[in-house]
């Protein structure tokens, strides 16, 4: 669990310090990522443009070695950090509470070359805490279903489309389980879930939840939280329309193995709009699309994932930095990651939609991703200690064949372990526990 849950939540990377000189002595701006060097390229066209309006001020681009949180807690704990740095959204408000994140209501409030209502709402909403807010998004993404269009054409099965429950997605992952050789083995699978975001995008359409949509109380125990997972753990286990483990001679969770939905065995999976650049870029031929997540008993929702750019709130050049920070997360860097194709647009930049939505790319209904945002949000609260303790029982319940367990019960044995880290988080950030 634990080698799944770092990289996802906070985003550890191993890489070495990258150094990007401007031009000119005197001032600097240190700018903290864990960008790789293929994607630093990116920033390129961002660092000339503030050159050119402050050509004697030196940006230090500097790529995190190994854990990027350690990296970023030990400057800032020796009273060095960086001016400019990456969090992902949900692990902010550690930093927020703790003051070491500067405010940017006022240079909004002050500035004419952005627009903090072009932000589309569920990222604005994700931007701010306790009425202040604290970063600019380099992109964001939303979950949604995609499907294997040869895979429903041999079967003669119709397209998923807005219609979809999950009851549907279940019936119709059935008929696109199968044995194709007849050899008493599942070599080709309906559906893949669940594996991470997709466990809590389910939760959310259900109406449960590890935690309340508002932040103000546990429901990993509640009935729209159990009857969720009784439906995911009832497609693995029972219905058995999807992977388990080792099946397909592989577990499907990266690293080097080959993605059976790429290899066109697997006919759907709900995921983040990141996984359309691996498509494009490891398997160009396979013939996909994606449709909104199903609707469940508590409507269509989406997890939201961002990552966003900080200013230290101890920066020495804060009216710099904030001119950095609003070309790296404002129009110019919209459209600047929108050719990239690694995000989707968090700003509403016509030119950055026109890139993201290119008729020329898979998937056909790319706007499926940007419709989504209009029942997307960031469960800001759901953060690593709250996740540790329902993990065991939450994440393994699902995705660990010999935990069988019944859900209601797991939720309930697990309840007073999540209520005890929720309690201290929120006594961290100097929030009450309603």
């Given at each position: 669990m634990k080698k799944i849950l770092i990289p996802l939540l906070v985003l550890v990377a191993a890489f070495g310090f990258f150094g990007c000189a401007g031009g000119g002595g005197g001032k600097k701006i240190v700018f903290l990522h864990w960008e790789d060097a293929i994607n630093q390229k990116y920033f390129e066209?961002?660092?000339?443009?503030?050159?050119?309006?402050?050509?004697?001020?030196?940006?230090?681009?500097?790529?995190?070695?190994?854990?990027?949180?350690?990296?970023?807690?030990?400057?800032?704990?020796?009273?060095?950090?960086?001016?400019?740095?990456?969090?992902?959204?949900?692990?902010?408000?550690?930093?927020?509470?703790?003051?070491?994140?500067?405010?940017?209501?006022?240079?909004?409030?002050n500035d004419t070359e952005i627009d903090l209502k072009k932000f589309y709402p569920a990222i604005r909403n994700a931007m701010t805490f306790q009425t202040n807010v604290y970063f600019l998004p380099k992109g964001c993404h939303t979950v949604a279903?995609?499907?294997?269009?040869?895979?429903?054409?041999?079967?003669?099965?119709?397209?998923?489309?807005?219609?979809w429950t999950f009851d549907t997605l279940a019936s119709v992952a059935q008929k696109l389980t199968k044995d194709l050789d007849g050899?008493?083995?599942?070599?080709q699978f309906g559906f893949r879930g669940f594996q991470w975001l997709?466990?809590?995008?389910?939760?959310?359409?259900?109406?449960?939840?590890?935690?309340s949509e508002d932040g103000s109380r546990v429901i990993c125990n509640s009935k729209q939280s159990i009857d969720a997972l009784n439906f995911m753990y009832k497609t693995k286990y029972i219905m058995k329309i999807s992977p388990g483990s080792g099946q397909l001679g592989m577990d499907g969770t990266g690293g080097s193995q080959v993605d059976p939905f790429e290899m066109g065995k697997i006919a759907m999976q709900l995921n983040i709009y990141a996984t359309v650049c691996n498509l494009r870029?490891?398997?160009?031929?396979?013939?996909?699309?994606?449709?909104?997540?199903?609707?469940?008993?508590?409507?269509?929702?989406?997890?939201?994932?961002?990552?966003?750019?900080?200013?230290?709130?101890?920066?020495?050049?804060?009216?710099?930095?904030?001119?950095?920070?609003?070309?790296?997360?404002?129009?110019?860097?919209?459209?600047?990651?929108?050719?990239?194709?690694?995000?989707?647009?968090?700003?509403?930049?016509?030119?950055?939609?026109?890139?993201?939505?290119?008729?020329?790319?898979?998937p056909e209904h790319a706007r499926i991703f940007m419709d989504s945002l209009q029942f997307a949000f960031?469960?800001?609260?759901?953060?690593?200690?709250?996740?540790?303790?329902?993990?065991?029982?939450?994440?393994?319940?699902?995705?660990?064949?010999?935990?069988?367990?019944?859900?209601?019960?797991?939720?309930?044995?697990?309840?007073?372990?999540?209520?005890?880290?929720?309690?201290?988080?929120?006594?961290?950030?100097?929030?009450?526990?309603?």
């Open positions: 066209p961002i660092f000339a443009e503030f050159k050119k309006r402050h050509p004697g001020v030196k940006i230090d681009s500097q790529q995190a070695t190994g854990n990027y949180t350690v990296k970023l807690n030990t400057l800032m704990s020796a009273g060095t950090p960086p001016d400019l740095f990456y969090l992902q959204a949900n692990t902010y408000l550690y930093y927020a509470a703790k003051g070491e994140l500067e405010p940017l209501n006022g240079y909004f409030a279903l995609y499907f294997n269009k040869d895979l429903f054409d041999a079967e003669g099965l119709p397209y998923p489309d807005a219609s050899d008493g083995k599942i070599d997709d466990i809590f995008a389910t939760l959310y359409c259900f109406g449960g939840g590890v935690i870029e490891r398997a160009p031929n396979l013939n996909f699309d994606v449709a909104f997540i199903p609707k469940g008993p508590a409507g269509r929702k989406t997890h939201l994932e961002t990552t966003g750019f900080f200013m230290s709130s101890k920066s020495a050049n804060k009216e710099l930095a904030w001119d950095l920070l609003k070309l790296l997360g404002g129009p110019m860097g919209t459209k600047v990651f929108a050719v990239a194709g690694r995000d989707m647009p968090a700003y509403d930049e016509p030119e950055a939609l026109k890139i993201f939505l290119d008729p020329t790319k898979k960031l469960q800001k609260y759901l953060v690593a200690p709250i996740l540790d303790a329902w993990s065991p029982q939450g994440w393994d319940l699902i995705n660990t064949e010999s935990i069988k367990k019944d859900p209601a019960r797991a939720m309930n044995d697990v309840y007073p372990a999540v209520q005890k880290a929720f309690s201290e988080f929120k006594a961290s950030i100097g929030e009450p526990v309603k």
